[in-house]
Antibody, heavy 118, light 111 residues
């Protein structure tokens, strides 16, 4: 079955960067787009962007264009998101999610909690 | 950005009742290809969101038929007939017709 396994929680300092991973299994990695979604504590969800694992092509929410960088490693079926110049506003849970043709977020990872604190 | 306004913010129900959640968009969600990219998600406590409905009214694989999505243009509704304990949590609508956005959520809880 489709599984997305995300990396563990991270505690990072303001101004630093963090890179999190999303390892896919149970399907052909290059067949489906991977999205990233942010959920600030107790709040709603924000779409960050997506990457096409086959082509490496990306599309970002304008709000996160200078903040997030999405990449993949096809050899390990893993998607990555790097978040740079972190501030307290970036403290959140970050989810990866896979599309399923007619919908955007059919399968979700368990989330990675990022805490930005000095 | 397209704003999705969900009402009510919270909904208290008795098990077995029907629940209804509204999602109103600031712009029409019908795309030029004729499809309407409006989806519904449920986030149970401590879990990742899960897809319930896509393209307004299509249930995702494994979603019980007590979940019914409807609507068009700017007004959409998710109805849950005969609420069960596993239906409790926060419901979000989401649109991908324009730059993707989520609603603020509706919390479904027991009365």
């Amino acid at each position: 079955q489709v599984k997305l396994l995300q990396s563990g929680a991270a505690l990072v300092k303001p101004g630093d960067s963090v890179k999190m991973s999303c390892k896919a299994s149970g399907y052909t990695f290059t067949d489906y787009i991977i999205h990233w979604v942010k959920q600030s504590h107790g709040k709603s969800l924000e779409w960050i962007g997506y990457i096409n694992p086959y082509s490496g092509g990306t599309n970002y929410n304008e709000k996160f264009k200078s903040k997030a960088t999405l990449t993949v490693d096809k050899s390990s079926s893993t998607a990555y998101m790097e978040f740079s110049r972190l501030t307290s506003e970036d403290s959140a849970i970050y989810y990866c999610a896979r599309e399923n043709w007619a919908n955007w977020f059919a399968y979700w990872g368990q989330g990675t909690l990022v805490t930005v604190s000095s | 950005d397209v704003v999705l306004t969900q009402t009510p913010v919270s909904l208290s129900v008795t098990l077995g009742d029907q629940a209804s959640i509204s999602c109103r968009s600031s712009q029409s969600l019908e795309y030029s290809d004729g499809y309407t990219y409006l989806e519904w998600y449920l986030q149970k406590p401590g879990q990742s969101p899960q897809l319930l409905i896509y393209e307004v009214s299509n249930r995702f694989s494994g979603v019980p038929d007590r979940f019914i999505g409807s609507g068009s243009g700017t007004d959409f509704t998710l109805k849950i007939s005969r609420v069960e304990p596993e239906d409790l949590g926060v419901y979000y609508c989401f649109q991908a017709t324009h730059d993707p956005t989520f609603g603020a959520g509706t919390k479904l809880e027991l009365k």
